[in-house]
């Protein structure tokens, strides 16, 4: 498979009590087109500071990062790449609070898309259909729904944009099993039907032993442990 | 869905918090209109006021100048000489103002009384009044000479005004008091070679059986002991004018009037008898060289030194020279141009004369308007400074709770620039229907809240007992054309009007509340960092 997203000799680390704390150190690898990844790892070990840095939103001390060849600082612009290239669900969803589920769908369209809003409204509300959100709780205003629903929505609102990157942050840490389970297929169902890469940053067993595969954050790098072929897909 | 709509979702759906930021920008929409009202109001009045009030600067001798000067000189010499050389106003600098494009018309004035011939071939309008009854035309009059003998000779009352012109036209005639009812006014032509004509009241042509085209003979002066020992006959003071003109006036000597009864025949504005300076200057020329004559050949009488200089001598060639100007008023075509028209000029003026656009006694009447209105002002940028710190207090904090909805947007790949805009356009909503809805209240407010302050004004100032001039004669000898105005006259243009240069002029302070209000939170969201937001949410 093609790589997607390529990390190399990322550094990142901050001084803590006058001691410099490495997070990532000389960290590279690379991540596959298509596939559902976990990032595993102890508390503290950098998982949230990765995915900060893979998704745009921080910046790396030294190191280069690609997405489909491209550079994302120098030839993509970190604007452009989280814009364009990647959605991101947070574990405490990240609506906005005074829009609706099909606003905050819509929301993510708005920086991206050139359809006409009639167009959007419709994609929004299928892709929300999609995920068990029927047009009469779309219409709500999010704070109206439950935890599940609310984190449906931002994995449609991640979806909407259409992109072909979507990182997760503990997704399914607020949620109970079954829903758990329901986000975990829709992630499966988007890599594996969608072609879109998926990597989720979690704790939960449940949630690696679904995924394609599993990447462990250790001493400042990544090492898989286990890949499809070791489940036996 | 983009930042405009984003902003008006937000102002809808937090209804409590924009109800509040309403309330808020609707008190200062209140307090900058009632300032801005008020404000406006005293400046307009001021204009108005102005605007009713004659558009006259007058040009003149600053005299008390000129005397604390004299004070001070101490050189008996040095005295003398300024004596010699005494301040007086130019008529070429008039006629440099009056090229003016902002002056209508000008007023170089010389004035003297004249009598009748000595067949007393042209009658006086009549007053009928007591002085008449008890001077009945002549009187004794002693006086003592040079030598010190007691001299007593026929005192005659002079009869005519002779009000004179260096410029044709004349502001009399300008602004209506005065209007031609019949031929026409002196040209610049007469004025130069010094025509014998004149302009006649339409009374004085009734009383004489007098037309245009007619003459009159008028005397400048009567035979008297002077007139004798300089040689002086009836014939050099007499001299005949061709009527050229018939005006009508609207002046106030009327039985009614304070000075009536004792009033002379020449402060009847029906004996005023209107002439080019230059020939009234050559109807006297030999009575004043035959003066001058004998005055040289006496000089250890007189100012010797004056006499005895031949090209002091009156004549026709320095008739220009000669003449003497009393005062001299320009007529401006705005009067809101007078103070600029000063302004431009005051530098280029001689030392000991000055133009005077009689704003003294306005600006004492405007005091209360100019208080009120500075104090107005004074609110406004309170108010204003007030809002755009308090909004900013306002908006920085909601940023604080709103950090997480920042990060989202930056996260979905939005501007800063435009997490910002819809900052700003929140806000401008908000104050636009919070100032909408001052408009309407602040309209009204500031009407009642303006009268009781100038009404508060104007009972703690002391100007109700310095106003009031009021003259209810008419005053042959006055060349004052300005207008007298009382406070009343002020208040009277005094209302305060929510007009829309206000209506605009709040908006546009408004939306600059908002702008500036929302470069605090700006500076805040440009360093926001959605990582660190996000991932401390999380």
């Known amino acids: ?233 | 869905m983009n930042f405009i709509n984003r902003a008006i979702k937000n102002v809808t759906r937090k209804y409590s918090k924009s109800i509040l930021l309403v309330l808020t920008f609707f008190l200062i929409g209140n307090l900058v209109i009632i300032g801005l009202g008020v404000s406006n109001a005293s400046k307009s009045a001021k204009i108005l006021t102005r605007k009713k009030m004659r558009a006259v600067v007058t040009y003149k001798v600053d005299y008390e100048k000129v005397w604390a000067y004299m004070d001070s000189i101490e050189d008996e010499d040095e005295r003398d000489k300024f004596y010699k050389d005494f301040p007086s106003i130019k008529l070429e600098d008039v006629v440099q103002f009056l090229a003016d494009d902002r002056v209508k018309i000008a007023n170089a004035l010389s004035s003297s009384m004249w009598y009748a011939d000595e067949k007393g071939s042209l009658d006086f309008v009549h007053l009928n009044n007591k002085r008449e009854e008890e001077m009945s035309g002549s009187s004794e009059q002693c006086y003592y000479d040079e030598t010190g003998t007691q001299v007593c000779e026929t005192y005659r009352e002079p009869y005519f005004m002779i009000r004179c012109n260096m410029f044709p036209g004349m502001i009399e005639f300008e602004d209506g008091g005065y209007r031609i009812k019949e031929g026409r006014f002196y040209n610049q032509e007469e004025i130069n070679e010094g025509d014998p004509v004149c302009v006649i009241s339409e009374n004085l042509s009734i009383t004489n059986g007098l037309g245009v085209g007619d003459v009159i003979t008028l005397s400048c002066g009567y035979s008297s002991l002077d007139t004798q020992r300089a040689g002086i006959t009836a014939e050099d003071l007499e001299n005949t004018f061709e009527v050229i003109g018939i005006y009508t006036h609207n002046s106030p000597l009327t039985p009614d009037s304070s000075n009536f009864e004792w009033a002379s025949p020449y402060s009847n504005p029906d004996n005023m008898i209107f002439m080019p300076s230059t020939s009234a200057y050559l109807a006297q020329l030999t009575s004043l060289q035959k003066r001058f004559d004998y005055y040289s050949q006496n000089q250890n009488n007189y100012d010797g030194d004056y006499y005895l200089d031949e090209d002091n001598r009156p004549s026709e060639e320095n008739m220009m020279k000669n003449i003497d100007i009393e005062n001299a008023t320009l007529l401006l075509n705005d009067p809101l141009d007078v103070d600029d028209f000063v302004d431009d000029y005051k530098g280029d003026l001689s030392q000991f004369v000055v133009l005077d656009a009689n704003n003294e006694e306005f600006k004492k009447l405007a005091k209360p308007l100019d208080t009120l209105s500075m104090y107005a002002n004074f609110i406004v940028w309170l108010v204003v400074i007030n809002a755009v710190v308090i909004i900013s207090l306002v908006t920085a904090l909601t940023l604080k709770t709103r950090e997480y909805e920042i990060g989202v947007l930056l996260s979905i790949g939005a501007s800063k620039l435009k997490v910002i805009a819809q900052f700003f356009i929140e806000l401008a909503i908000v104050a636009i229907i919070g100032f909408s809805l001052a408009v309407i209240s602040g309209s009204l407010i500031s009407k009642k809240v303006g009268a009781k302050v100038l009404e508060y004004q104007i009972a703690s100032s002391d100007l109700n007992e310095d106003q009031g001039y009021s003259y209810d004669y008419f005053d042959p000898w006055s060349a004052d054309y300005t207008t007298e105005i009382s406070l009343d006259d002020l208040v009277a243009e005094y209302e305060v009007t929510i007009s829309p240069l206000i209506i605009g002029e709040i908006y546009i302070m408004g939306l600059a509340i908002v702008l500036i209000s929302v470069i605090i939170p700006s500076f805040m969201i440009m360093r926001y960092n959605p990582k660190k937001i996000l991932m401390n949410t999380n």
């Not at chain 1, 910046?59 to 991101?88: D, M, P, W």
């Not at chain 1, 969803?93 to 829009?99: M, V």
């Not at chain 1, 050139?114 to 167009?119: F, G, I, M, S, Y």
């Open chain 1, 1 to 233: 498979m093609a790589s997607i997203l390529k990390l190399e000799n990322i550094n990142y680390s901050y001084i803590d009590g006058g001691y410099e704390r490495v997070i990532l150190d000389d960290l590279s690898y690379e991540f596959e087109e298509g596939k559902f990844y976990t990032v595993l790892g102890p508390s503290g070990s950098g998982k949230t500071t990765l995915l900060s840095i893979i998704s745009g939103l921080d910046t790396a001390k030294s190191g280069e990062i690609y997405f489909k060849g491209q550079n994302i600082v120098r030839e993509l612009g970190l604007h452009k790449y989280r814009r364009n290239c990647i959605s991101i669900v947070f574990q405490s969803y990240n609506l906005i609070s005074y829009l609706t589920a099909m606003e905050n769908v819509m929301l993510a369209m708005s920086e991206t898309d050139n359809r006409l809003p009639k167009d959007r409204k419709t994609v929004a509300y299928n892709l929300l259909k999609r995920f068990g959100i029927v047009k009469t709780k779309a219409d709500r205003i999010v704070t109206q729904l439950s935890g599940g629903e609310q984190q449906r929505v931002a994995i449609a609102r991640a979806l909407a944009s259409n992109v072909d990157l979507i990182f997760a942050d503990e997704p399914t840490g607020n949620l109970d099993t079954a829903t758990e389970k329901e986000i975990i297929a829709i992630f499966n169902e988007l890599s594996h039907e969608f072609g879109k890469t998926i990597i989720v940053v979690t704790h939960s067993d449940t949630v690696s032993e679904l995924s394609d595969e599993r990447v462990l954050l250790k001493g400042g790098k990544l090492h898989t442990i286990a890949t499809v072929k070791d489940k036996g897909f």
